[in-house]
């Protein structure tokens, strides 16, 4: 039932070169939205589209109606694993008022499909279920059907209605007209109507309901196409050959050296770019391993236990979000200031797949097959890559292993390019387990100072957050291939890093999207306060180093960190003053929908009203505690608080998270069950996060390559029990919630741990020995 | 190269490939099978998984040339589009995924598992998944389609 294109049509496709025409003769999914005749006429839904990212104004680039009534539709937002495509098909049934097995969906293509440039940030939500883009494109569709068959049958649109396919009178359901016959095969030829009435979700009969993954059954019986699993005909097998060290170059590269090996193709070499092209994939690797190639020495690095003393001392690009002008005066008349420092290391999406894209590169023309959550960027700078202009080149979206950012998917589609060009022939790339974990754009280390005074009454009047965090490269985007390590390597340049100190004022109004600023402050900047708390005196200034490592947006990309910093201190000052840590929390928020996302997670979990920690702690053996966390998602785009609890064992110092009570305010939901997926699979992997990973490295590389350097959880651990209670709010607008459970996981587990022993963890992850360490180092 | 004959999912296939070539390849790449893929080539992370007479198998780490004349089974092998295995059938009612990548190793571990431990409980069938990861962590869902599978047969 996922129609996403076959393997044959992308080749018909591919050899065709990147016109629709051939793309429809190919496609079955899109022969039954076009007849024949207007096959012509549909290439200018080409032409329609927006190259920048906001998708486009033209209906008709987002949806089509078949002579059969089939409605296609075409998203620039693509489903990695976190339920996208079911969900845009859900609205597409709903607001076109066509049962869920009359919707069509083609996902970031650039030859077809509008540019909605990345999909990230759990954007994806706001930027499709609102009054615009796709959710648009079909109450604007719908108005026009009605009105066609307004004109068709007489009657006022008024006295018309939309259902299963047609547009019937409402009071004589005899009276109808198809949508097929109303407007079959021929284009809209209208601009998305800002007017155009969307469906209120009391309407709901589709979206709002636990539809089943349309792709799920293909995935659990094996059938499903992954981009590694893509076949173009004469494709051959290609692996790159990366530095053994952060900044090695190349010497020389002995092509000899793998010359007896069977079915080497080809070694290319591009700058400091090293590849091995071969008829078969175990022959390439092989070919990538042996192949001789003298490399200069890396740059060396600062011990890994000198990172964060380390980033406190570099050039700095400083940036201040928030500033009341009057921190370093109250602070130093207040008669209590509490201070402390959080750490938080680089971690990596590690995906459980090592990324994979085909490429081929034909002259002046190319298709890639990527997994890349950024279709038409990649365009782009594969173009700069290649020499070839952007509109020669198609970039047809596959999903890859689950990627929670940027991971490979973006650099090894780069690969396959660069090695099919070299090579005139298509070529499949999968990175090597190491290649994927030792050069992706990891998340980001953050070093996090933070400050409150107190108030008599022991309420905080001033919060004061002092943040470096290191960073390097970043998502390419439309013109900067040298962000990922393939564009670097071939000799393009990550990102200029600036430094810039003192930072210029504040900007208006708050940008909260990393979640620099806590959900305590007011957020004044200038005579707009748009933070989530009540505190006044205010400052949030962060300082960005430049980092030896490739780093990018990593799932709730900085606001993890921060959020980490941010829920744990306000614990800190709640257990100073022996408040309860819900209670103190909702006297310094001013925020309703945070504030009650945190009364209703604390009352489904129970929450037994008291400070932390815990009283008459035994202090051997197995403890057990609660801790609680929130946040407003990037200012405000998800709203969720989470309460967990933990048994510390305190002679091994192993934690286990025994239950998640999450309470999530996303606005209207569009799949509950899609829904809580994300939020439970994001908890699970926030608990890995917070327990296990991290990045490691030695004097010139990384060391952490593999899953027994790297320590992901796996199935075999006994996951908690997750409760999850959704908040479902449908007059506002609809926001994300593939990113918000993770971002609490981190606190509310440090808390729940300082409530079990009175040890608080300041640095992730909480390993058994930083626990332990902790625990020995306790006052008696 | 050496004139192979694999019995895969039923079916007697020939290939001609390298002996020592790693199983996965000759699955993925010679027989077109979607099933098992590559994650990590160490037979850390299970994403290869095959069953081979019965054994859940890394088929990353393990020579074509060790499974001639035994039956291997692949995660489409298991059942068929239209009768898909009681424990894909769980898997798809508790719609226990997200990317799905990881599903050969969490599905085949499993079955091959409580094939030998049919009463198997959940802290044995979480260890018998130790080495089996999920980057998704759909964990609660996996873990709760194996128990529902487990329940039934032995109900």
Known sequence: ?780 | MSLLTLKVNGRSQQVEVDPATPLLFVLSDDLELRGPKFGCGLGQCGACTVIVDGQATRSCVTPVSAVTGREVTTLEGLGTAESPHPLQQAFIDEQAAQCGFCLSGVILTAKAFLDRNPRATDEQIQQALSGVLCRCFANVRMLKAIRRYAGERTA
Request: hydrophobic share 40%.
């Open chain 1, 1 to 780: 039932m996922m129609h996403h294109l076959s393997s044959d049509a992308r080749t018909a496709l591919g050899r065709a070169g990147i016109s629709r025409r051939s793309f429809l003769k190919g496609s079955g999914a899109l022969v039954v939205a076009f007849s024949s005749a207007t096959v012509a006429d549909s290439l200018g839904v080409v032409f329609a589209q927006g190259f920048n990212g906001t998708g486009s104004v033209q209906l008709d680039s987002w949806l089509a109606v078949g002579r059969d009534g089939i409605v296609t539709a075409y998203t620039g937002k693509c489903d990695f694993g976190q339920g996208l495509y079911t969900a845009q098909m859900q609205l597409v049934a709903e607001e076109m008022c066509v049962p869920l097995n009359r919707v069509r969906l083609i996902q970031c293509d650039t030859s077809i499909t509008p540019d909605q440039g990345t999909t990230s940030g759990q954007q994806s939500h706001p930027t499709n279920f609102n009054q615009a883009n796709l959710a648009l494109a079909g109450a604007t569709a719908r108005q026009a059907l009605i009105r066609m068959a307004s004109e068709t049958l007489g009657v006022p649109a008024s006295d018309l209605v939309a259902r299963d396919g047609i547009v019937a009178v409402k009071t004589d359901s005899s009276r109808s007209a198809r949508y097929g016959d109303l407007i079959g095969g021929r284009r809209f030829n209208l601009q998305l109507d800002q007017s155009a009435a969307r469906k209120h979700p009391r309407e709901w009969s589709v979206l709002g309901t636990p539809v089943p993954r349309v792709d799920m059954r293909d995935m659990v019986m094996g059938r499903f196409e992954f981009v590694h699993n893509v076949k173009v005909p004469g494709m051959l097998h290609g692996r790159v050959v990366r530095p053994p060290e952060v900044g090695a170059t190349v010497g020389s590269v002995d092509d000899k050296s793998i010359g007896e090996l069977p079915g080497i193709v080809k070694v290319v070499v591009k700058g400091n770019f090293v590849g091995v092209v071969a008829q078969k994939p175990w022959q390439a690797m092989q070919g990538a391993e042996r192949l001789n190639v003298s490399w200069t020495r890396g740059t060396p690095l600062a011990p890994h236990t000198d990172l964060y003393a380390g980033i406190r001392k570099q050039p700095a690009r400083d940036t201040l979000l928030v500033d009341s002008g009057d921190v370093d005066a109250r602070l130093a008349a207040a008669a209590t200031v509490l201070r402390s420092t959080y750490h938080h290391p680089y971690q990596m999406h590690a995906s459980i797949g090592s990324s994979c894209a085909v490429a081929d590169v034909q002259g002046d023309k190319a298709t890639l097959w990527s997994a890349t959550q950024s279709a038409y960027p990649t365009r782009n700078t594969s173009a700069m890559l290649l020499g070839l202009k952007p509109e020669s080149i198609r970039v047809i979206y596959v999903r890859g292993a689950g990627c929670y950012g940027l991971n490979g998917a973006d650099t090894v589609t780069y690969d396959a390019a660069l090695l099919s060009q070299a090579i005139g022939r298509p070529v499949r790339v999968q990175l090597s387990r190491k290649d994927e974990m030792a050069w992706e754009n990891f998340g980001n280390a953050f070093v996090i100072d933070q400050r409150v005074a107190l108030d008599p009454a022991g309420n905080i009047s001033v919060w004061d957050y002092e943040a470096w965090s290191a960073a390097r490269g970043a998502r390419p985007g439309y013109n900067t291939p040298g962000n990922v390590v393939t564009g670097f390597l071939v000799g393009s340049s990550p990102a200029p890093f600036a430094p810039r100190t003192p930072a210029p004022a504040p900007g208006t109004p708050l940008n909260n999207g990393s979640n620099t600023a806590p959900s305590y402050i007011a957020g004044r900047v200038r005579e707009s306060a748009q933070g989530a708390g009540v505190i006044r005196s205010e400052r949030v200034l962060s300082h960005r180093v430049l980092s030896p490592f490739f780093t990018g947006p990593l799932r709730a990309p900085e606001r993890l960190q921060n959020t980490f910093a941010h829920e744990c201190f306000m614990d800190e000052v709640a257990a100073h003053v022996k408040a309860d840590p819900v209670e103190y929390r909702l006297k310094h928020l001013n925020h309703a929908r945070l504030s009650a996302a945190v009364r209703v997670a604390a009352k489904a979990a129970t929450w037994e009203q008291r400070p932390s920690p815990q009283p008459d702690r035994p202090r051997a053996g197995k403890v057990s505690g609660r801790g609680i966390a929130c946040v407003c998602y990037e200012g405000d785009n998800g709203y969720v608080a989470m309460v967990a609890d933990v048994t510390v064992d305190q002679d091994s110092g192993r934690i286990q998270v025994t239950r998640l009570v999450i309470a999530q305010d996303s606005g209207p939901i569009s799949n509950p069950d899609g829904m809580r997926n994300q939020i439970e699979g994001g908890a699970l992997q926030g608990i890995s996060r917070a327990l296990g990973e991290e990045v490691t490295w030695d004097d010139r590389k990384i060391t952490s390559v593999d899953w027994s350097s790297y320590h992901s959880l796996t199935l075999g651990f006994a996951p908690p029990t997750v409760d999850i209670v959704l908040l479902n709010q449908t007059d506002v607008e609809a926001c994300g919630s593939g990113e918000t459970s993770i971002t609490v996981v981190a606190p509310a587990i440090g808390n729940a741990i300082f409530d079990a022993t009175g040890v608080r963890l300041r640095e992730v992850p909480f390993t058994p020995e930083r626990v332990l360490s902790a625990l020995r180092g306790r006052s008696v």
